[in-house]
């Protein structure tokens, strides 16, 4: 748009100034407090970049990000979309904020892990539960999360996870109503696992 310039900050994230851009938020007593900062830019809160092309890209938001341990910023749902691109991953979460490494909570896609298991031969009475266990489908599992590994770079890459059964979603609190990931809740309700995953 003619009327916005677009930077990224050092962080990544998204810049915008423009005379299309609001001046910041009405209080009560009429006045306005500034969202802009002294050279009037605008701080999204939103993480991407600019191509080549002038194409911008959001990939996070702000608030999101992982910073590890040594200080590397990671944008968990570009983690994440790799890993869930394999058929058998339904959802995944990264975690590794002030870790020296990622790991990861996936959980077995519950219409296309059973097609994948009655396809290659296994069981599938026993549910998602059962396949979670099953070493066909953990080095299935290992195989996907290699493969998503081999696309990002050293400090993205999920070095262990934790394979589950249960689906998250809005009724039993992972999910907002609009599916948007509950980070904390997630972490909260797996911490016991995530511990264990930097376990030696």
Do not use: C
């Amino acid at each position: 748009m003619e009327s916005v310039e677009i930077r990224t900050a050092e962080d990544g994230e998204i810049m915008v100034r423009g005379t299309s851009v609001f001046d910041g938020y009405l209080q009560p007593d009429g006045s306005v407090r500034s969202a802009l900062d002294a050279d009037g830019w605008l701080a999204t809160g939103d993480i991407g970049r600019i191509d080549e092309d002038g194409y911008l890209w959001l990939t996070d938001r702000k608030k999101e990000m992982i910073i590890t341990s040594t200080g590397k910023n990671v944008s968990p749902a570009l983690v994440e979309n790799a890993l869930k691109e394999h058929p058998l991953v339904g959802q995944a979460m990264v975690h590794g904020d002030n870790r020296s490494y990622l790991v990861a909570l996936l959980v077995l896609d519950p219409e296309s892990a059973p097609a994948w298991a009655a396809k290659h031969g296994i069981d599938t009475d026993g549910g998602l539960a059962a396949l979670v266990r099953h070493p066909e489908v953990r080095a299935e599992v290992d195989r996907a999360v290699a493969a998503a590994n081999t696309r990002l770079n050293r400090t993205e890459q999920v070095k262990r996870y934790e394979l589950l059964a249960e689906e998250w979603g809005p009724a039993s609190g992972e999910l907002t109503p609009s599916l948007k990931m509950r980070r904390r809740v997630i972490r909260d309700k797996y911490a016991d696992a995530l511990t264990a995953l930097y376990d030696d």
